[in-house]
């Protein structure tokens, strides 16, 4: 399973892309392969102040609901909203065009608790069987 | 069997499989229960019984009114096993009839409340309102708690809202809707349309300033009004609620009828019950399936938005097929002569000078009598075989139905006006009574084509012969599911369930009058308590996972009486089934999950830590026995003691009572409060998914604390109020467990039970060598089920346990239970009414299924095109022109001899949930759209 080496990774299955002061989050690819196809998403507005770890979204498919939470503290710039839509596009692009929403960071220094790829390939692979 | 189990006898076997621990040292006795009986003398004894209640004319309303089943329905659904005997149609290709019938219940309800979406179904109208009003709270999460609840709904509504409300920290405002303030505190509030005494209220500035509060609007309405008056939906109500019994389902003293619960589409993903969607199938055909299943309690469990599993399905298909059956002219006639009759009745009451309600009303007329003399109009009423409801002292209110004559109407007359009075009403009654134009219903309704189509009593036999032939019923082949003991459900059973002496009873009837139900109620909770080892049993809960809240809530209330309301914390083994933390979650409790080891028993020494850690704030343990796995836990006693040691409650699922009956009783090892499944264990018909009924048993210290009523004097005097709209629940199928029981005596019940655990053995043991059974007990046997592990087979060959599921349909079966309680395994439960031979060929089908797999691990079939991921085999399919598979036709559709004597035909390939869910259609209208 592809794990980008240039982000960052939560214990929940959330990756981050850290660009300047914003993070843009969405889930792994492991997570999706592990919720089968997507059929739901459910994201927040926009000026939503979030905690770190707190629940931001849902994901479902159609067995599975999966919470998604924060992997840093900050207010939300930007939601996916093309996603609800299209929810085909976590399957396919969990890296890419399958992105959840953006946040301001508040802490960025929050970001040195998350998981490097090589630590979340591992951490991925041992909660798989 | 018993050489394939390794058993000398089934003494020996039993001896073996079930603890000793658990076993009494003596032969249980029950004394109320003695011999079995034929099936005559059964009978025999339930006329005796029905010859004790008396059925008179029931004007009484509050949301049970008399109707006509119309015969072509009573036979060819009520006394249909292929429409009673099937299960919940999770299994969708194998359900596509009752879908389809569920599909229409659903637009009949979109259309007359003028919703965009509604559910199939819910168990009563005072539930739904309760559903409703969780729903709203959600909805509405950003505000406070207060629910309002005008004054004018049926009493039964507003007492199972209070309950409802009362554990999950809603505060219900009862009073004049009139008065209704919307400040920030009210999140919804709830109406009744017409009101409980009949009167029609204009609610829309009502409505309008609720909204502009920013509060929610639920209206509980009475279906057949709907085809004469403004739908709420056309005045933006946000919810609607209610029950569809009238439309063909008898009273039968409560119960068990279909409600309904219809939204708009911004608030479909947290409707609670299940949904019918369309979707389309593997070659592009239409197919139904239940969708949005995220949003119920086996995949959410405490975060689900409602515990409801066992729904009733049975009673939503009859009023389906009478709107099917009637059309959209025969309702609006229907509806129109009701209401013409009640004008027949108001205008001679005025012209006697009675002073009646203020108009206007659609069936129900409220006399003012005045002087206090209303007891005495109705005790009047009642010599002449005639039942009024007493609003106040000086209040009656006559509530007529498609059943209600001229004659009748003659005869209330004379009540009212005391003297026999020459039969006036055929002078007095007018056709078209209409009413106001804000009130006058203007837009269509069952406009789909199918609501036109089969109003001849040949047409409508055979779409209903269609239909019930889409589907596997247990008049095709064993349901070998697990955790839902698909047990036959005899005819003899069956039969008294639609006598008149049961099925034409009021719930709220004088008791004088309901003197066999009496009986019957009371006969069978002493057998039951028996059959458990508790003292008390109350019926009130309509399904199993009513009967887990109504426990729970029973449980909580005594803590709160012994002065521990702080004990909140509710243990939940890994391995519960969801309806358990959702029940939790319900009766306001806090949820703490106890381990599994590795042969699924719940985990000793995390529970003595979970237990120890909550001392001070346990309340309950919830354990389902035998276990979800399958297995009899040995130190269940153990358990128990556990959890009493730390201050909590036993609360016991009797999901798997099947495997105790006769041979343990859960009130002997331990548990406190336990529910049954009469739609299991004692043999109600799942009927497609419901109706159900759970009882629960409690010891002694519990029984002051079992559901009452608030019209009925029922349950115990420090009660937890209504949590049904029926007193006892839905009494119309209790004389099918009673007959059961009856039957079976309590040497028969004892030995259903053994065979039942020898047939599971003998499953587990001739499939254990092709698929690894996964759980035994310490002996090495299981109880009455079983669970086999598909997961390695993933590996080797790619098949999922799905895809198993859909091959069998192939064969002629339903599929095992998939997934629970373990992901990537099959659970199954033969029960004891299956043979050996039928035992045999299920067998063989999984065996033959096996070699299939094997030969894809070997490189002999195709990993993507195969039998199995193919399956099921549509006759469209097989018969095509084009044949480009790997395989032969033969093999897809005839993989066994007995496919080639009898085949099921399954009407679509596989459906497509994954479409469906991101597709939503949940109403009839659109299939048409979709096919066009």
């Not at chain 1, 890419?96 to 220094?109: D, F, K, L, T």
């Not at chain 2, 109320?32 to 004007?59: H, P, T």
Request: proline content about 6%.
């Amino acid at each position: 399973m592809p794990v980008p080496s240039e982000l960052k990774y939560s214990q929940t299955h959330e990756w981050v892309r850290v660009d300047g002061d914003a993070a843009t989050v969405g889930i792994t690819d492991h997570a999706q392969a592990e919720l089968g196809d997507v059929v739901y998403v459910e994201l927040p507005e926009p000026g939503r102040v979030l905690a770190l770890d707190e629940v931001f979204g849902t994901v479902e498919s159609v067995k599975a609901v999966s919470d998604l939470y924060s992997p840093v503290s900050g207010e939300v710039i930007e939601a996916n909203t093309t996603l609800p839509d299209a929810t085909e596009v976590v399957n396919q692009d969990p890296y890419g065009e399958g992105w959840m929403v953006r946040i301001r960071m508040a802490a960025p220094s929050e970001l040195e608790n998350l998981m490097d790829a090589a630590d979340y390939d591992r951490f991925a692979q041992e909660g798989a069987h | 069997m018993l050489r394939t189990v390794g058993a000398e006898s089934l003494d020996a076997l039993i001896e073996a499989a079930v603890p000793a621990s658990i076993r009494p040292t003596d032969e249980l006795r029950f004394d109320a229960i003695g011999d079995g009986l034929s099936e005559g003398r059964v009978l025999d004894e339930l006329r005796g019984l029905a010859s004790r209640n008396r059925v008179f004319r029931s004007y009484l309303g509050m949301g049970y009114s008399d109707c006509v089943t119309p015969p072509v329905l009573q036979r060819n659904i009520l006394e249909d096993p292929r429409w009673y005997t099937p299960y919940t149609p999770y299994q969708s290709e194998v359900s596509q009839g009752r879908l389809e019938a569920l599909l229409n219940f659903q637009t009949m309800v979109i259309d007359l409340t003028g919703m965009e979406i509604a559910n199939a179904s819910l168990l009563d109208e005072g539930t739904a309102a309760a559903e409703a009003m969780a729903m709203c709270h959600q909805i509405r999460h950003d505000r406070g708690s207060t629910f309002l609840v005008s004054s004018d709904c049926h009493p039964a509504t507003i007492a199972v809202v209070q309950t409802r409300a009362s554990r999950i920290g809603i505060r219900v405002v009862v009073g004049d809707h009139r008065e209704f303030g919307f400040h920030d505190e009210v999140f919804a509030a709830l109406v009744q349309y017409p009101a409980s005494d009949g009167a029609i209220h204009d609610f829309r500035p009502m409505v309008e300033r609720a909204h502009q509060g920013g509060s929610l609007v639920v209206v509980a309405a009475d279906i057949l009004s709907l085809a004469l008056l403004t739908p709420p939906g056309e005045w933006n109500a946000d919810v609607v609620v209610g029950t569809t019994q009238r439309f063909g389902v008898p009273m039968g003293y409560g119960g068990p009828h279909a409600a309904f619960l219809a939204t708009r589409d911004a608030h479909k993903r947290l409707l609670p019950g299940r949904i019918v969607g369309v979707s389309r199938d593997r070659d592009g055909n239409p197919g139904l399936r239940l969708a949005i299943q995220t949003r119920e309690q086996h995949i959410r469990r405490e975060r689900a938005t409602s515990n409801i599993c066992t729904a009733q399905v049975l009673l939503a298909v009859v009023a389906s097929m009478y709107a099917v059956y009637h059309g959209p002219d025969g309702i609006r006639r229907i509806a129109q002569r009701v209401h013409d009759t009640a004008a027949a009745l108001e205008s001679g009451l005025r012209d006697m000078g009675c002073e009646t309600g203020t108009r206007p009303y659609f069936d129900t007329v409220r006399v003012r009598v005045g002087d206090g003399r209303a007891d005495a109009v109705a005790t009047r009423a009642r010599e002449r075989h005639m039942n009024l409801r007493i609003l106040d002292p000086d209040t009656i209110c006559v509530a007529v139905d498609e059943t209600t004559t001229l004659a009748d109407v003659d005869d209330l007359l004379a009540v009212f006006s005391g003297v026999d009075a020459p039969p006036a009403a055929g002078r007095l009654f007018r056709a078209g009574n209409g009413y106001d134009a804000w009130l006058e219903r203007t837009s269509s309704y069952l406009t789909h084509p199918v609501f036109s189509r089969y109003h001849s009593e040949t047409e409508m036999m055979r779409y209903l012969n269609r239909l019930a032939n889409r589907d596997l019923s247990l008049a095709s082949s064993m349901i070998p599911l697990g955790s839902c003991t698909m047990k036959l459900n005899a005819a003899a059973e069956l039969m008294p369930i639609t006598w008149p002496e049961f099925a034409r009873i009021h719930p709220y009837v004088p008791q004088d009058q309901a003197g066999g139900y009496s009986a019957l109620i009371s006969k069978l909770e002493t057998m039951l308590a028996e059959i458990t080892g508790f003292d008390a049993v109350s019926m009130q809960p309509n399904a199993g996972s009513q009967g887990e809240y109504a426990g729970l809530l029973v449980i909580m209330k005594y803590h709160h009486d012994n002065g521990q309301a702080h004990r909140n914390v509710c243990l939940i083994p890994q391995s519960a089934h969801g309806t358990n933390p959702a029940s939790a979650a319900m009766a306001g409790m806090k949820i703490v999950v106890v381990k599994c080891d590795s042969c699924g028993n719940i985990d000793l020494a995390d529970l003595r830590v979970q237990a120890e850690a909550n001392a001070g704030s346990l309340a309950a343990l919830m354990v389902t026995y035998p276990s979800t796995h399958g297995v009899f836990e040995e130190p269940i006693r153990e358990i128990c003691d556990i959890v009493h040691r730390f201050g909590g409650q036993v609360y016991l699922d009797g999901a798997n009572m099947n495997a105790q009956v006769g041979i343990a009783r859960p009130g002997d090892y331990g548990a406190d409060v336990c529910h049954l499944n009469l739609h299991k264990t004692f043999c109600i018909p799942h009927g497609g998914g419901g109706p159900g009924m759970g009882p629960i048993g409690v010891r002694a210290h519990l029984a002051p604390y079992l559901p009452t009523h608030p019209l009925v004097r029922t349950g115990g005097e420090r009660g937890i109020g209504a949590i049904s709209s029926a007193p006892y629940g839905s009494p119309s199928i209790l004389p099918i467990p009673y007959a059961y029981i009856r039957l079976m005596g309590t040497e028969g019940l004892r030995r259903a039970t053994e065979v039942a655990i020898l047939n599971a053995n003998y499953v587990a043991r001739r499939l254990d060598p092709h698929f690894p059974v996964l759980y035994k007990g310490a002996t090495g046997l299981v109880a009455h089920e079983c669970i086999i592990d598909l997961r390695p087979i993933k590996a080797t060959s790619g098949i999922e346990v799905e895809d198993v599921a859909k091959r069998l349909a192939d064969y002629g079966f339903h599929a095992s239970t998939v997934s629970f309680p373990v992901p990537g395994t099959m659970m199954i439960e033969p029960t004891e009414s299956e043979s050996r031979e039928e035992l045999d060929r299920f067998c063989d089908a999984m065996i033959a299924i096996r070699e299939e797999i094997a030969a894809i691990e070997q490189g002999r079939a195709d990993r993507v095109d195969n039998v199995i991921k193919n399956a099921p085999h549509t006759a469209a399919h097989v018969t095509a022109d084009h044949w480009e598979h790997a395989y032969t036709r033969e093999q897809a559709a005839y993989p066994a001899p007995w496919t080639r004597e009898a085949k099921y035909w399954p009407p679509v390939a596989r459906v497509d949930n994954v479409y469906g869910d991101r597709n939503l259609i949940c109403s009839c209208g659109s299939v048409a759209d979709y096919d066009g």
